[in-house]
């Protein structure tokens, strides 16, 4: 089955700064493409280009088989956005818009079902003005949904929401899946990645510089298992530092992390050393390397820097 996307060579540029600088992915059908990088890195530009609200320089792009720039009104019919802010009157309710926004497609889906679906019933005929953030978030996931579409592009939908809201707009984009719908996310959230994205993009530069699922990504790494460790009595610093494998070492009274690429044996002659110095572990941890440790070895930045 072809790809539901395909975005082969995209540039655009603004001035001197090059928002997209060749980016090329595609994304299959039914799966959560997750895009993440840097602030700066090209997400957003990518996405706008990708849905028709930016003109690209240069470059192809293909959604649901179309042609995205020669025929750009027949793909707006097949996706639907939520983009990082939608803008509507402040006294407008939730079921005029739905209504309004629907107006605009040949294939739309009723307002009720709508306000069923993400629980805006309560909320149906109050003005927007009124809503709290998780609501107005989701207002925007249903007015992304007014024409049935067949891919959603999702652009940092949860960013600046409560842990709850988080949670519940985590189950809707999950249930997108289920339903059979594509979909594109950038986030800022690398946990949010890990956890909903079948596969994830890394954005930096305005390039796409890794891809592949989030297993994936982690099996690549030459990042090396971290160790912290709470032991009953002040650690011997000098004695952990030369145990074999230790790198990067940090002990404060009876507390200690360190690095290692053979956990195995360090953990086994740490265990030796306690136990000649009499000690008792509290917490063991061995940690291997994360999304987290990926994103930063290959863009040498934290996500959210």
Do not use: W
């Amino acid at each position: 089955m072809p790809a539901k996307v395909i975005v082969r060579d995209l540039r655009k540029q603004y001035g001197s700064t090059q928002g997209a600088r060749g980016v090329s992915f595609e994304i299959q059908d039914g799966e959560i493409f997750g895009l993440i990088g840097p602030n700066g890195a090209g997400k957003t530009t990518t996405v706008e280009c990708i849905i028709g609200l930016r003109e690209p320089d240069s470059g192809a792009i293909e959604i649901c088989g179309i042609d995205a720039r020669t025929r750009p009104r027949e793909v707006k019919q097949r996706i639907g956005a939520a983009l990082q802010t939608t803008a509507l009157q402040d006294k407008i309710t939730p079921r005029e818009a739905l209504g309004l926004f629907g107006s605009f497609y040949e294939n739309r889906e009723e307002p009720q079902q709508l306000l069923e679906r993400f629980t805006l019933l309560e909320k149906a005929d109050v003005s927007v003005d009124t809503l709290s953030g998780g609501q107005r978030q989701r207002l925007a996931l249903a007015l992304a949904f007014v024409n049935r579409p067949e891919l959603v592009f999702l652009d940092e939908p949860t960013t600046g929401l409560d842990p709850q809201s988080r949670r519940e707009l985590h189950g809707e984009i999950a249930r997108m899946k289920e339903d059979g719908h594509t979909v594109l996310l950038t986030t800022h959230y690398i946990d949010e990645a890990e956890q909903l994205c079948d596969r994830i993009g890394i954005i930096d530069h305005g390039r796409i510089i890794a891809t592949g699922a989030p297993h994936e990504l982690i099996g690549r790494s030459s990042a090396t298992p971290s160790v912290s460790l709470v032991a009953s009595q002040p650690l011997d610093a000098a004695a952990l530092s030369a145990l074999p494998g230790v790198q990067n070492l940090f002990c404060d009274e009876n507390t200690a992390r360190f690095r290692t690429a053979t956990a195995t044996q360090t953990v086994t002659a740490l265990m030796s050393l306690l136990d000649r110095q009499g000690a008792h572990l509290s917490e063991l941890h061995v940690h291997k390397a994360t999304l987290e440790d990926i994103f930063i070895e290959l863009t040498g930045t934290d996500l959210r820097d």
